[in-house]
């Protein structure tokens, strides 16, 4: 693997952010790794990384935000950034949210170290890697998968935080009308009568 020689960490608890990359170091997965903690700082990373081929390792948690909410821009500043979701997630409506979107890889943070080099040679031979803990949740027909949209989930975190449409509105650079519109279509989605319905449903679901 001379040629993927740099990763980077994105996740919002700086300890396992830092450890992490100490880890994939010290295994000689990359010569170098880089941590963050903050999303602006991350983004500030990409903007001079250049256009290089760069494992990225994205957290779904984020303060404000979600992993998912950030693909496009991260696919934009860089096209040749492989894109693995590690999570400690349990919910298959996560699960599934994040796969819908065919990131490089997906991989539980109670995977151990092998796992994490498979998934590196996986993707660099040019194939999706999702962690075998998550396969039950991609095949199971018992329930019905609600998925929503990066934009829609980066919007429920505000409405949890008790943000106003307006307020909503100026944090995401969307006009009321917009966010309403969002509003609408998400609670449509869960099947939702009330703010309270919808946001039961996406704590209930892990989506937030």
Known sequence: MSNLTHAVVLDDH?????????????????????????????????????????????????PDTNGLALLTDIRRLNRHAKII?????????????????????L??????IHDFIRCIKDIERGRQYIDTQFEP???????IAVNFTPREIELLKYFSQGNTIAETAVKTFLSPHTVVAHRRNMMAKANAQTIAQMLTYARDNELI
Do not use: M
């Open 107 to 112: 991989l539980s943070k109670s995977a151990d």
């Open 85 to 105: 979701f590690i999570t400690g997630t349990i919910s298959p409506a996560v699960v599934r949210n994040i796969v819908k979107y065919k990131p490089n890889g």
């Open 14 to 62: 700086q300890l396992f952010a830092d450890s992490f990359a100490l880890l994939l170091q010290r295994h000689g997965a990359f010569d170098a790794v880089s941590s963050f903690s903050k999303v602006d700082e991350f983004f500030g990373f990409l903007e001079t990384f250049g256009d290089q081929t760069l494992f990225v390792f994205l957290d779904y948690y984020l």
């Open 137 to 143: 949740y991609l095949t199971q027909r018992d329930e």
